[in-house]
Antibody, heavy 120, light 110 residues
């Protein structure tokens, strides 16, 4: 059974940092790209970025809204992807989802999400 | 990158068909056959329903179908069932390693 489970969410002050984890199982993690997507309350889904697999040199890409503040990485030995978030703003408050992609262009499996609240 | 345009709501009675549109530009929807659709129930993880415009993942009922014409993609749900009531999001690869989502459509089964 495929499972993606995000963790690390919580309350953080504006300007602070947080690192989310996405633990994966049940599929070939090393063969997949991993994406992060978020959803603010009452809003739609927003793509944040992705990290490709080793054959593709772990290449990363980011949405303009988070480029320079967020960093995506992965540890294939732990089948875990990460989202390091720095310089957090109130508008970063959202549920954060990780998703896997084996076909390269769609989001096949998703985790249940973890809530990040940026507030003083 | 601007979000893709979806109608905020759609509805239909059980057994009917409903189509949700997703309009982008030649830089995303019109430029690539990488449109996918996701079903999201409140508090749950999104579920992929359609990928590469019209392909259905294993386990997704054939009541769900996708198509594309020019810069507009569509998701059709035939034989509506109560459990189809959810939010639906389209997304498209937009080149230069970017993806863009639609704003979402709330599907109500009357």
């Amino acid at each position: 059974e495929v499972q993606l489970v995000e963790s690390g969410g919580g309350l953080v002050q504006p300007g602070g940092s947080l690192k989310l984890s996405c633990a994966a199982s049940g599929f070939t993690f090393s063969g997949s790209a991993m994406h992060w997507v978020r959803q603010a309350s009452g809003k739609g889904l927003e793509w944040l970025g992705r990290v490709r697999n080793k054959p593709n040199n772990y290449a990363t890409a980011y949405a303009a809204s988070v480029k320079g503040r967020f960093t995506i990485s992965r540890d294939d030995s732990k089948t875990t992807a990460y989202l390091q978030m720095n310089s957090l703003k109130a508008e970063d408050t959202a549920v954060y989802f990780c998703s896997s992609s084996q076909d390269g262009y769609s989001f096949e499996y998703w985790g249940p999400g973890t809530l990040v609240t940026v507030s003083s | 990158q601007s979000a893709l345009t979806q109608p905020p709501s759609a509805s239909g009675s059980p057994g009917q068909s409903v189509t949700i549109s997703c309009t982008g530009t030649s830089s995303d929807v019109g430029g690539y056959n990488y449109v996918s659709w996701y079903q999201k129930h409140p508090g749950k993880a999104p579920k992929r329903m359609i990928y590469e415009v019209s392909k259905r993942p294993s386990g997704v009922p054939d009541r769900f179908s996708g198509s594309k014409s020019g810069n507009t993609a569509s998701l059709t749900v035939s034989g509506l069932q109560a459990e189809d009531e959810a939010d639906y999001y389209c997304t498209s690869y937009a080149g230069s390693t970017f993806w863009v989502f639609g704003g979402g459509t709330k599907l109500t089964v009357l």
